[in-house]
């Protein structure tokens, strides 16, 4: 069993969450934020969503005020953001802090991949990790990367 199915995280209530029921997905992590440049790529998130669901795609957003403190809002201040603005039916968990002493076990696991272009501390919202059906972490992508540009790794990874 691969170690990010012994992770648990907090939806935006405070309810315990355990990764292994995404177990035999794919899932994509992102790290988020409701007032950063980046923010509207939730629209391009929602579309992948919406897209490849069905074949057994999973997005998991999480909320982070790390960078730029861009983040301010309460969970639930963040929920409704999301849905308001853009609709989302993706969770959106609880808000963590992704890198320093106080990062979440997800993201400690995650910055600690030894792999070439997997690993290290998180640069600013929406880093985004691929993660196959399995549950290794396959490829890593910078903020600058669009959601829909990673369309063609999701239709080789969810073709069968």
Not at 115 to 140: A, C, H, M
């Amino acid at each position: 069993m691969s170690k990010i199915y012994e992770v648990s995280v907090e939806d935006a209530k405070g309810n315990p969450q355990a990764l292994s029921q995404y177990q035999g997905k794919a899932v994509l992590v992102v790290n988020t934020a409701s007032k950063c440049g980046y923010t509207p790529q939730y629209k391009e998130l929602q579309e992948l969503y919406t897209q490849w669901q069905a074949k057994g795609l999973v997005i998991i957003a999480f909320p982070c005020n790390q960078f730029g403190q861009q983040e301010q809002g309460s969970n639930e201040e963040i929920q409704e953001f999301c849905q308001i603005n853009y609709g989302l039916t993706f969770p959106v968990f609880a808000k963590i802090e992704v890198n320093g002493e106080q990062a979440h076990p997800l993201y400690q696991y995650l910055c600690a991949l030894e792999e070439p272009g997997l690993g290290g501390k998180i640069r600013w919202n929406f880093t985004k990790f691929l993660i196959d059906q399995n549950g290794q972490v396959i490829k890593r992508y910078e903020p600058a990367v669009k959601p829909l540009e990673i369309g063609a790794d999701l239709q080789t990874l969810l073709a069968a």
